[in-house]
């Protein structure tokens, strides 16, 4: 039943060559048959309509024309040479553009006959045009072999330089169907699921999801295919998650002792909230039920996480456990450290922090403390799961911002003690629920949905380029009230060198319209030096400058309750879940914050949503939801940017419905077999396996 030509090397397939296949691995991750047969459409054209030229408009996706061709013009300047026609039908004419093959073309194409013209629409010095357009006789055309509908792939400017536009992936795959015969596609759903669902098998649904040959084909296929990777997820999650339940025991907590008890009547700055008694009750029956602890805690950005997780590290300490907390950043970690210290202050316990700037003696030090038991409390970054970290009797573990951590690191710490101890996973970004099925599908979930009394919710502004002194006067007025100010600049790998100009652009005009004495800037950014970063995050924090000019750099963690305005320039730039997280940067003290959204006049119809999103609502779960939504199939920045799981056809905005039938067959098979043994099941324990081998998508869950 093994597959040997989907795991042939991509190389040896007819038209890729060596070259094309460092180019596909390098940026797609395609290395096999197996792999390309998996690089899914990420739209379809319809083939068999053919629009009138009227019809057509900027904003048309891809569009299928027929007229007569007339003024064939041919012209070479310095730069480049190019080829202009017109096209005319009954009802107007559109022009049509080529850089490339213009001497071919020129021979080739003949003025007065009739032509089959495809492709997209533009718009070039007012003029509507089509550029690189499929050209073809009329006479000669038929509906494409492909099918009617034609697909298209996601590509990267590299592989298209490479001759791998859309077109010519499509190309490949059409050569790889001829390679691959039904033999060679196992199927490892369930003949009774597939019954029950009635989905093609996995064979016609890859043939159809390529070439497909009706909608209706296309659309069960699509189905079928979505099922399977979702179905097999949460299959994985749920073993991990059921079968921790039945063999791991976990540390009991019954006593509530002076360390809990003392800090909630002498430290607590202020009452918990509802939602935080709640979670404390939830998290408190899971440490005396004798099962290990494995749960995900929601909740926006000043809601309150912290004092929660600390409620039970004190409780660890009653019950004579040690805990640590692990988050993404070392200046993440400083600041949960001198939290902790000022809340439990009087309380004696012993705190440490380890991140990867701690080396030499303190750090021996501070191993050895873990190790006989001294030490407590351990606050760090990634070191923390380190080998050389040996605790005496670790209990409790709180991951912050937990998106940062794949499955992988998270499985480590379990490793931690004899007996794996209670986690709890925490996160300031919230998610739809059908994400936190699916990427934290074997942990289970609290959320804390309000926020503490007397904060009030930011008021969020959305302005363009052209009413910037109107901004600059708001914010005068603030720091006049004695206010500090954030202004943010994007910064992206792929345009960092503009970003990077952008932002010194921008201190530079914001430090003209606020000259010193009166006013200081601070200026904070990935290429400074860290010890430079702190120092001017410190002078920002002491008051000292009123405006902190910053990349993304301060999106976790830098809490200043003075800092009351927070200005995103080039907001269109920035995802849904990206501008709540800045924006939750504010809004920490008594006074009322404001949120004020920059953007170009110009912004598409995606960027416009998300500025709407963002003034109509604070409530990180609403926008969680739109963001699901706007980041569709086929965006593959979108994921990589999301962190969220790297699907490959499956969208959770768009599939809810097929995400709950998956996850419900799954339990079924599990709760009558956890291990798979049974021969029925033979398929889906040799499916987990493979991908076990490959170790793909379980560590990239992150």
Partial sequence: MHNFILETPIEYLKGVGPQRADILKKELQIFTYGDLFFHFPFRYVDRTKIYKVREVNPLSQYV?????????????????????????????????????????????????????????????????????????????????????????????EKLKARGLDSRGIARLMRTLLTQVSRGDVPEFLPENILQKYRLPSRYDALQQVHFPTANRELELARQRLKFEELFFIQ????????????????????????????????????????????????????LVSGKQMNRLLQGDVGSGKTVVALSVILLALDNGMQSCFMVPTEILAQQHFQSI???????????????????????????????????????????????????????????????????EQRGKMWTKNHNPPHILVMTATPIPRTLA???????????????????????????????????????????????????????????????????????????????????????????????????????????????MVATTVIEVGVNVPNASVMVIESAERFGLSQLHQLRGRVGRGAEQSFCILMTDRKINPDARKRMNTMVETNDGFVISEVDLEL????????????????????????????????????????????????????????????????????????
Wanted: glycine content about 8%; hydrophobic content about 40%; overall charge positive.
């Fill in 64 to 156: 299928q024309l027929k007229g007569v061709l007339k003024d064939i013009d041919a012209a070479h300047d310095k730069k480049k040479s190019r080829l202009v026609a017109d096209l005319k039908d009954e009802t107007g004419t559109i022009e049509l553009v080529w850089f490339q093959g213009v001497k071919w073309l020129k021979e080739s194409l003949k003025e007065g006959k009739e032509y089959i013209v495809f492709g997209k629409p533009s718009v070039f010095g007012k003029k509507l045009n089509i550029v690189h357009p499929e050209i073809s006789l009329a006479d000669e055309e038929k509906i494409s072999p492909a099918g009617i509908l034609q697909p298209f792939y996601p590509s990267t």
């Fill in 437 to 547: 099925m699916t990427l934290y599908g074997d942990l289970d979930v609290s959320v804390i949905d309000e926020m503490p009394p007397g904060r009030k919710p930011i008021k969020t502004v959305h302005y363009d380029d052209g009413q910037r002194l109107r901004v600059f006067g708001f914010m005068k007025e603030q720091i006049m009230k004695g206010r500090q100010i954030y202004v943010v600049y994007p910064l992206i790998e792929e345009s960092a060198k503009l970003d990077y100009k952008d932002l010194m652009d921008g201190f530079e005009s914001i430090s003209r319209a606020f000259p010193p004495p009166q006013f200081q800037v601070s200026i904070v950014h990935g290429r400074m030096k860290s010890a430079d970063r702190d120092f001017e995050m410190n002078r920002f924090v002491k008051k000292e400058t009123q405006i």
């Fill in 341 to 407: 210290t000022e809340l439990t202050a009087g309380l004696s316990f012993n705190i440490a922090l380890l991140t990867a700037s701690v080396k030499g003696a303190e750090r021996k030090k501070i191993l050895a403390g873990i190790a006989s038991g001294e030490i407590h409390l351990l606050v760090g970054t990634h070191a923390l799961i380190e080998d050389a970290v040996q605790f005496t009797n670790l209990g409790f573990v709180v991951i912050d911002e937990q998106h940062r951590f794949g499955v």
């Fill in 235 to 286: 299959l994985k999650l749920l073993q991990l998650k059921i079968g921790r339940q039945e063999s791991s025991r976990g540390f009991v907590f019954n006593k509530v002792g002076d360390f809990f008890n003392r800090f909630y009547k002498e430290k607590l700055p202020f009452p918990l909230t509802g939602a935080q008694k709640k979670v404390i009750k939830e998290i408190r029956s899971d």
């Fill in 631 to 702: 980041r569709g199939p086929g965006d593959l920045q979108g994921t990589q940017q999301s962190g969220a799981l790297n699907l490959k056809i499956a969208d959770l905005a768009r599939d809810q419905k097929i995400l709950i039938a998956a996850r419900s067959e799954a339990e079924k098979i599990l709760s009558e077999d956890i291990s798979l043994e049974r021969a029925e099941h033979f398929t889906l324990k040799q499916y987990l396996f493979q991908q076990e081998k490959k170790k793909g998508e379980w560590g990239k869950i992150s």
